[in-house]
């Protein structure tokens, strides 16, 4: 998984478990794209201090996911889903094969409903 997009992901789900100045400092890293000597003179603190903080917050975050898989859950459910769409739009020219990607469309959607 590319570093931004887990970071993101990581802090979409888990976001709210950070501190108020966690929070701020991750978000301008991973969402506003500010660079460490940024935040670090809006945050009045050192640019290696803002580097600890993401290196910790990152694991933090990537401790929650260790437990939980929340981002791992969803990353399966959404890849059914669109398995689910696919096999929809393979449907429409041939009974045989719509009877089948029904079938399938039945067994997605059950494991759909236990990963949630």
């Given at each position: ?5 887990e ?49 910790r ?57 236990k990963?949630?």
């Amino acid at each position: 998984m590319d570093k931004i997009y887990e970071q993101t992901m990581l802090f979409d789900f888990y976001g709210e478990l950070l501190t108020e100045h966690q929070r701020r400092i991750y978000e301008d890293v991973v969402y506003n794209d500010m660079s460490l000597g940024e935040i670090a003179e809006e945050q009045g603190i050192s640019r290696q201090g803002v580097h600890d903080l993401v290196k910790r917050c990152d694991r933090i975050l990537q401790g929650y996911e260790d437990k939980l898989h929340l981002v791992e859950r969803f990353a399966r459910a959404k890849e059914m889903v669109g398995r689910i769409g696919q096999l929809t739009m393979d449907s429409e020219e041939d009974s045989v094969q719509a009877r089948e990607n029904l079938a399938q469309i039945r067994r997605l959607s059950q494991e759909l409903l236990k990963e949630l």
